[in-house]
C-alpha cells in the first residue's frame, strides 16, 4: 500500500512550526522532501515522525538551534508595551523574575492565576473596596479554591501590588510577559505598544462626527486598543473579538473596568471569541481598526480585504500593518483590491515600532468610498515629517510608494523621465551568491590549500570590498544553490549587498566568490562601461530613486532594473572612470573625488544644484 504523503503545511503543524520555518528549513536543505507533485514538496509520514523523534532527542544537529528555540518557554518583560514611567512594570518584572530564578513551568493554571491575582488588585483599586464588582465580572472562571492553593504553595507569586490606571493594560502587559514566545510569534502575535495605538487613534477619531459610530476590533488581543478611545465614545457601540481565549477574557475585564460594566450579557454579546475571517458580513460597521495577525501566511491582507467588505459605505479602516503590505510582489492583490474599492486618508510609518520584531509598520486608515482612488488628499508621516499630497499620482498597484512629498515625486519623475537613458532591463546578467546550506560545514576563517577567499555582504563598500575574512572550497554540487561558475569568474562584475537600505556596490576583476549576502551584477549595456554603471549605481540620484520609490531592506532586482542610466559619450565616460579608479585604489582618503564624481553624475540628470540639494536632504 502506498504511503500517504504530507504537504509543507501539514509538516509543520505535525512539527509545531511556523509555516516560514518550514520554508527556510526547505530552502537550507535543513528537510528533504520525499516527492515533490508539481514542483510542490511532499513529505512521507514515516520520515516526519523520525524527524520529530530528533527534534525531540536533539539528535538532528542541523535543526538542533532551531529546536531549542522553539522549546524553551521564552518569555520575558514587554516593557515597551506600556509607557516607560508605568508603576506597574516593576511588578510584573518581579513576577517575570521570580519565575526565571526558581525556573516555574509556567502552566495555564498558574497563568490564569497570577492574571485573576492581577485584575483582582487593579479592580480593588479603582473602586476601593474589597470586593468591588469582581464577582460580577470574572471572566477568567479561576476556581477560587484553586487560587487560594497556588497562593499559598508560591506566596511571592501573589505578592505585587497593581495600580489601577484607566488608559493601561496591565493586564495585556502580564499575559505578553509570561506568554510563550513561540506561540507569540508563531500566531503573529505582535501586541501593539501604547504609543502606537494612541497614534492610531488620535489621527483616526480627528474625523468629525466619527465618536457616535458603531466600532470593532476583530483582533483585540487583550482590549488595549479599547482602552485608548476617546471617553466620549459609548459602550453600547464598542465591539472586539478575537480567537486567543485568554485575550478576550482579559478584553472583557479591560472593557468592564474602562466603562463600569456590571452587566455580564452586555459585555460577552460585545467581547466575543471568533474568527473575524469567517465572519459572514451580514454587521456593518462604521469604524474597523486595529493590528491583524502578521502571521507566517501573512493574513493581515485576509484582515484588510474582510475589514473593507465589512465596513458601512464612508466607514473608516485604521490598521497596523507591515510596511510590506504596500510594496512587496505577495501583497499585490490587496493593492488592487484596495484601489478598487477605498481610499487612503492617512499614512504612517512607524519603521520597528515592536518589541524584537524586524518588520518596519505603518498605520494605515483608509476610507470606504464610490470614489476612485486617488492619492489627493492623502496624509503621510514619514516617521519624522508629516504632510499632504496635493497631487493626482499615477499610481499602480505594482508598488505604492507613499513616502515622497509633492517636491519630490517630481523630482523623481524628472529623473525617471531623463532623455538618453536606459535600464538594467534585459541589459544585465544577475548572480545569487553562494547558498551552502550549512555555512558552519562549509565556511572557514582559516586559509588552507584547498579553499579560496569568499565575500559576505559585509565585506562590500561602496566601489569596492575588504580584505575578505572566510574562505571556502569551490565545490557547486554541494551547495544548496549557486550561480553558474562563470557568473563568479567573470573578467570583470559587481558585488552588492542584498540585505540593505542602500545601495552599495564594488568592482571585482579577480573572479572572487561571494556568499548570498552579496549578490552579483554584469551590466551589459552596449557603449556603456561596468565601471561607469558602477558610478551611477552608487550616486545619490539613484540611492534617492530606489529609497522613494521602493524603501526596501532587500536590494531586488526588479527595483535595480528600473533605474535610469544616463547614456554618455565615451569622452564623459571616462572622466567618470578616472574618479572611480582613484577611488577604488584607495587614494581618496577624505571622499573628496566620491563627492566630486557624485555631483557630476547628478549633472547627467540636468538636475540643478538646488535639486541635488534636495537629495542630499532627504537621504539623511
Not at 470614489?371 to 498597484?397: H, P, Q
Not at 523623481?412 to 537613458?421: R, T
Not at 555555512?439 to 586559509?447: A, D, G, L, P, Q
Not at 542584498?498 to 573572479?511: E, H, N, P, R
Request: glycine content about 4%; overall charge neutral; hydrophobic content about 35%.
Amino acid at each position: 500500500m502506498k504511503e500517504k504523503l504530507l504537504t509543507l503545511s501539514q509538516l509543520c503543524k505535525e512539527l509545531s512550526i511556523s509555516y516560514a520555518t518550514g520554508r527556510n528549513w526547505l530552502r537550507l536543505g535543513k528537510i528533504i522532501p520525499t516527492s515533490s507533485d508539481s514542483g510542490v514538496p511532499q513529505f512521507s509520514i514515516s520520515y516526519v515522525t523520525n524527524l520529530k523523534k530528533d527534534l525531540g532527542a536533539c539528535n538532528n544537529s542541523s535543526l538542533k538551534s532551531r529546536r531549542n528555540k522553539k522549546y524553551k518557554s521564552g518569555f520575558g518583560l514587554y516593557e515597551s508595551y506600556v509607557s516607560k514611567s508605568s508603576p506597574n512594570i516593576g511588578a510584573v518584572s518581579e513576577i517575570v523574575n521570580y519565575i526565571k530564578d526558581n525556573e516555574i513551568e509556567v502552566t495555564e493554571e498558574i497563568l490564569l492565576a497570577l492574571l485573576f491575582d492581577c485584575a483582582d488588585k487593579l479592580i480593588k483599586d479603582k473602586y476601593k473596596e474589597e470586593n468591588g464588582i469582581y464577582c460580577q465580572i470574572n471572566y477568567l472562571d479561576v476556581d477560587k479554591d484553586c487560587f487560594a492553593k497556588l497562593s499559598k504553595s508560591h506566596p511571592d507569586l501573589f505578592s505585587s501590588n497593581y495600580i489601577y490606571i484607566p488608559t493601561e493594560d496591565t493586564l495585556g502587559l502580564l499575559y505578553i510577559s509570561l506568554r510563550n514566545l513561540k506561540n507569540r510569534k508563531e500566531k503573529g502575535a505582535y501586541y501593539t505598544p501604547t504609543e502606537v495605538v494612541n497614534s492610531l487613534i488620535s489621527n483616526l477619531f480627528s474625523e468629525k462626527d466619527i465618536k457616535s459610530k458603531e466600532i470593532i476590533d476583530p483582533c483585540c488581543g487583550t482590549g488595549n486598543f479599547i482602552l485608548q478611545l476617546p471617553e466620549d465614545v459609548k459602550s453600547e457601540n464598542v465591539y472586539a473579538n478575537d480567537i486567543d481565549d485568554i485575550s478576550v477574557k482579559l478584553a472583557r475585564i479591560n472593557y468592564a473596568l474602562k466603562y463600569d460594566l456590571s452587566d455580564r450579557d452586555m459585555v460577552l454579546r460585545h467581547i466575543t471569541q471568533s474568527d473575524f475571517l469567517l465572519d459572514n458580513g451580514e454587521k456593518k460597521y462604521d469604524i474597523i481598526l486595529g493590528n491583524p495577525p502578521w502571521g507566517s501566511e501573512e493574513p493581515y491582507d485576509d484582515f484588510v480585504e474582510r475589514a473593507l467588505k465589512n465596513l458601512k459605505e464612508n466607514g473608516h479602516l485604521s490598521f497596523v500593518l507591515p510596511e510590506s503590505i504596500l510594496s512587496v510582489k505577495s501583497h499585490k492583490k490587496i493593492r488592487q483590491f484596495m484601489m478598487s474599492s477605498c481610499r487612503l486618508r492617512y499614512v504612517e510609518y512607524l519603521g520597528e515600532a515592536f518589541h524584537g520584531v524586524q518588520c518596519p509598520s505603518i498605520i494605515l486608515h483608509a476610507q470606504v468610498t464610490k470614489e476612485r482612488f486617488t492619492t489627493k488628499g492623502l496624509v503621510v508621516n514619514d516617521g519624522i515629517n508629516t504632510f499632504t499630497i496635493d497631487t493626482d499620482r499615477v499610481v499602480s498597484a505594482d508598488s505604492l510608494s507613499l513616502k515622497i512629498t509633492d517636491k519630490e515625486y517630481a523630482l523623481i519623475k524628472k529623473i525617471m523621465d531623463a532623455k538618453n537613458k536606459v535600464t538594467l532591463k534585459n541589459n544585465a546578467l544577475f548572480g545569487l551568491g553562494i547558498v551552502t546550506g550549512n555555512n558552519k560545514r562549509f565556511i572557514s576563517t582559516e586559509k588552507t590549500f584547498d579553499n579560496e577567499p569568499v565575500l559576505k555582504g559585509a565585506d562590500i563598500e561602496k566601489f569596492r570590498y575588504n580584505v575578505p575574512k572566510y574562505y571556502i572550497s569551490f565545490t557547486p554540487s554541494s551547495f544548496q544553490q549557486v550561480a553558474p561558475e562563470h557568473i563568479y569568474r567573470a573578467k570583470e562584475k559587481l558585488l552588492y549587498k542584498f540585505i540593505s537600505s542602500d545601495l552599495v556596490f564594488a568592482y571585482d576583476d579577480t573572479g572572487i566568490l561571494s556568499l548570498n549576502s552579496c549578490n552579483i551584477l554584469i551590466p551589459q549595456i552596449p557603449g556603456l562601461s561596468i565601471k561607469y554603471v558602477l558610478a551611477v549605481l552608487n550616486s545619490s540620484a539613484a540611492q534617492f530613486v530606489y529609497s522613494k520609490m521602493f524603501g526596501s531592506v532587500k536590494v531586488l532586482r526588479s527595483h535595480l532594473e528600473q533605474i535610469p542610466i544616463p547614456v554618455v559619450d565615451d569622452r564623459k565616460q571616462n572622466e567618470l572612470i578616472e574618479l572611480v579608479d582613484d577611488i577604488i585604489k584607495g587614494t581618496d582618503p577624505h571622499q573628496k573625488k566620491m563627492k566630486m564624481l557624485d555631483k557630476k553624475i547628478s549633472d547627467l540628470y540636468g538636475l540643478s544644484e538646488a535639486e541635488y540639494q534636495m537629495i542630499k536632504t532627504a537621504l539623511k
